[in-house]
């Protein structure tokens, strides 16, 4: 059990839980009971709907959630007529939804993990992003694997790797090219037409190369693709090449998503397909919500501003908003998120211990759980809050007694599906491009800064892995700019201005700095993306 696991538990008794149900009237808060709550969101929800119509409704989702509150919320917002609704918060490119797999897999039973020969991690940080996914693979490496990684940050892995590419996210992209334009040589196999257009001058290099032959000569191998990964703004040109280095070498193509994401994807929290695959109206991604801010919200288990990458984004969209409504374990506090402000309703969510529900985990395979304790105060299962929502707005199919009664609604196929697979399709390779005394900054998200329950653990906060925000980068490049160590520096992109203390960390490459989210004092800087760095005044 990872330690993130272990203690995070402490969360779940601390002050700043939500007891009861509460709504804003003007700029005062109330305490008040479930129907008059629910009454109130009704009509709120309603004011807005008739106003402005289904597809002002946007609804995001934590990845923590189970896979019967992902259910629900996707049913209630498409029987209001949106479809409007995701839980990929973090995330950048949406290029390839229309060919995505039925949901993110790691490609093999998490088990084999452990008897490989030979991986190719791309943007992941699995020892602290998915520690016991990041133990399956030491074990394979301490018998001999050959892991071979290409990331944004030199992260300290708990085994030695073979070989390492260490760039920017642009960089990243060109460098993985350069290992399919290696495999490709050495099996004299076509390069794709598409690969050929945005990739026609990349040449492997050393390093590139030497992943190519290795791999090749693997007879188990797996190609990764981590949290960073899959929130890189090119996302979907590294899954094209990923499939495209997995097919060449014999390899088996995995993603990891976040925390119950997979569920996510199988309940139908996406905005272009329903539960189990089905066809849906198409509605907008996480990011679009947030960038084409919509009149109305609903928030299940998440902080808009620390949860999604683009924390600037989101916390303009929820000022935007006429009406918000927020399903939340906890209080929200000024000092982390403006929602005593932007939101109009905090109903209390029960958290995973105090419901039934089910995860899935990276494999596909369904994990069901039941009420370790009964749930605090008002608090209740999410299910049965968005179950109950969908009787007062007067919808059908919303009778359910249990989560047994989700659970066969959704009727979900037994989920051992074919690995992924992703067509050699670049729709998103586009670079970000940088202007004269920019860099690029690295929005990752600590271990312990990942979500709601995590953030409040304090075991957890009090760990090494829990620095806090800095602004981080190698000593030649803080050199080149003339700051040193301990300089207070401001950061500054379209979306604000931050001010941090300078920590140089030979992790970080040539070109970048690494400014993490997940924290209210980096909120203002948006997503990955251009930075200018000066010494503050």
Known sequence: LADRDRFSYEALKGEDRLRV?????????????????????????????????????GALAAPISTLEEFYLLQKLVRALGSGNVDHRLRQMDFSDDAVAPLFPSLGRPIAELESLDGALLIGANPR??????????????????RVFAINPVDYDFSYKLAGKVIAGPAHMVRALAGVARALSALKKAEWPAAFAKHFRDVKPGVSEQAMAEALLK?????????????????????????QYVADLCGAKLGQLPDANGA???????????????KTATAGRTARDMLHAPRKSYLLLGLEPELDCLDGAAAA????????????????PSPYRTRAVEYADVWLPLA??????????????????FVTAVSPLAEARPGWKILRMLGQHLGLSGFEQAGVDDVRREMNLPDTTPAASSFPYTVTGAEQTMLAAGQLMRLAEVPIYAADPIVRRAPALQKTVDNPPPAARMNAAQADKLGLVPGDNVQLVTPQ?????????????????????????????????GPVTVRAAS
């Open 351 to 368: 958290p995973f211990t105090e419901t039934d529900g089910t995860f899935v985990n990276a494999e596909g395979r369904r994990q069901e």
């Open 218 to 242: 693997s007879t188990r191998a797996s190609v990764l693709l981590g949290s960073f990964a899959l929130s890189h703004p090119q996302a979907a040109a590294l899954r094209a090449l990923a």
């Open 263 to 277: 569920g996510a994807w199988l309940a139908g929290c996406v905005p272009h397909r329903a539960a189990a695959g």
């Open 496 to 528: 604000g201005v931050v001010s941090l203390g300078l920590v140089v960390d030979a992790r970080v490459p040539d070109g970048c700095v690494l400014a993490p989210a997940g924290y209210p004092e980096t909120v203002m800087l948006g997503a990955h």
């Open 316 to 331: 303009a969209a929820m000022r935007a908003a006429e009406f918000v409504v927020m399903l939340t374990t906890f209080k």
């Open 128 to 145: 602290k992003d998915q520690p016991l996914i990041n133990l399956r693979l030491r074990k394979s490496a301490l018998k001999g694997a």
């Open 21 to 57: 149900p509460m709504i804003r009237r003007g700029t005062k808060w109330e305490e008040t009971d479930w129907t008059t709550a629910f009454e109130f969101t009704v009509a709120g929800l309603k004011k807005v709907l008739a106003a402005h119509g289904p597809e002002s409704l």
